[in-house]
Nanobody, 123 residues
Framework: QVQLVESGGGLVQAGGSLRLSCTAS????????MAWFRQAPGKEREFVGG????????YYPPSVEGRFTIARDNASNTGYLQMASLKPDDTAVYYC????????????????WGQGTQVTVSS
């Protein structure tokens, strides 16, 4: 089993930046994937980026392309979501997720989830 602990959320002004961290424990990620999703009140959970842990390949949806960057640190089993040029529409609870086998953009394909961290972008 993998446990995920998130940190780094908070309040930021529009145009600012935040970095979210997601640390995995219990098992190391070697061939799996880590992804980030967000959920605003009344909305569906939305994929905002992911990384193939072993290969390092990343994918971002158009809504965040060019503003969000995902990186990983294998030594600490930590993934990072670097968010820049933040907009009020980015306000949501952000969740990291992990899978031990492969990358996916689908929520249903992930077995492990972080507790969520609130990101609020003020205008």
């Amino acid at each position: 089993q993998v446990q995920l602990v998130e940190s780094g959320g908070g309040l930021v002004q529009a145009g600012g930046s935040l970095r979210l961290s997601c640390t995995a424990s219990g098992r190391t990620l070697t061939h799996g994937a880590m992804a980030w999703f967000r959920q605003a009140p009344g909305k569906e959970r939305e994929f905002v980026g992911g990384i193939s842990w072993g290969g390092g390949g990343t994918y971002y949806p158009p809504s965040v392309e060019g503003r969000f960057t995902i990186a990983r640190d294998n030594a600490s089993n930590t993934g990072y979501l670097q968010m820049a040029s933040l907009k009020p529409d980015d306000t949501a609870v952000y969740y990291c997720a992990a899978d031990e086998l492969s990358f996916s953009t689908e929520e249903k394909d992930y077995d492990y989830w972080g507790q969520g961290t609130q990101v609020t972008v003020s205008s």
